[in-house]
């Protein structure tokens, strides 16, 4: 296969599924011929990210995105994408693990997010426990000049309980529970713009978007990403690669 890309999933499988969904409807091909050439990796069996990042007393996630990164080397795609953002942890030294182009989620969101607001100075953000932890949405917030609103303890509770009791306990979405936590990080915390940093609340707002909340969702956007960059290569090597190399800058 020519002119392809590795996708890194299975963290969790729904929010993997959603991406998919995304990816192909977006391409919006007339044949079978037009969508995009990729590989996907749905490595369900990579242990908890939060559960390392919050206890290293816990299974690393580490060595087993190390092996998926290094098996898809060997096939030589034209960039990987990992689509999970609390698995953004050990991007650095997945990245350098490779010589294949890895596309990092959270600097595209935020970078896409400044292009959107460019005007609001308060921003929210909505993850798991992980995400929060680690700060790699903190960092990216805050290096574009913008303040990071967390919410309270019991907003974080609400998050949890839809990721991971709702979506990656059932495989479905609660709708009002997601639509209340938007509702409150908005009304009580005072953001107009909420990031929306994990792929389970990235499903969320695939299936429940019927809400007036200004949202940044990750997910979506690296979707976006990847089909512009599958569509340039198709066009020639050195489109791809300009353009590559525009998402790569941080």
């Known amino acids: 296969m020519r002119q392809f890309f590795t996708v890194i999933g299975g963290m969790g499988t729904p929010a993997t599924e959603s991406y998919v969904r995304l990816l192909n409807q977006r391409t919006h091909a007339h044949s079978d011929q037009e969508y995009l050439n990729y590989i996907l990796v749905n490595d369900a069996t990579v242990p908890d990210r939060t559960d390392y990042i919050l ?55 935020i970078s896409d997010m400044c292009e959107r607001f460019p005007d609001e100075k308060r921003v929210g953000l909505i993850a798991t426990q992980g995400t929060i932890q680690d700060g790699i949405y903190s960092h990216e917030i805050e290096t574009s000049g913008r303040e990071v609103v967390l919410g309270d303890q019991a907003l974080q509770d609400m ?24 509702q409150r990080m908005h009304d009580d915390f005072n ?10 609340l990235s499903f969320a707002q695939e299936k429940a978007s019927d809400h007036p909340y ?11 990403k990847t089909i512009a960059l599958g569509k340039a290569f198709r066009q020639s090597e050195a489109a791809g690669k300009a353009l590559l190399n525009q998402m790569m800058a941080r």
């Open 214 to 224: 200004h949202v940044i969702d990750a997910q979506s956007i690296i979707v976006d």
């Open 55 to 109: 206890d290293h007393s816990k299974p690393s996630f580490y060595p087993d995105l190390l092996e998926d990164i290094q098996d898809q080397s060997l096939l030589n795609p034209e960039f990987m994408v990992i689509v999970c953002n609390t698995a953004h942890y050990f991007y650095d030294q997945l990245a350098a693990a490779t010589p294949i182009p890895l596309l990092h989620m959270p600097h595209l969101a």
């Open 191 to 200: 953001v107009n713009v909420i990031v929306l940093g994990c792929t389970e």
């Open 159 to 182: 998050v949890t309980e839809l990721i991971y009791k709702y979506v990656k306990e059932k495989g479905e979405v609660n709708a009002v529970l997601y639509h209340r936590i938007l």
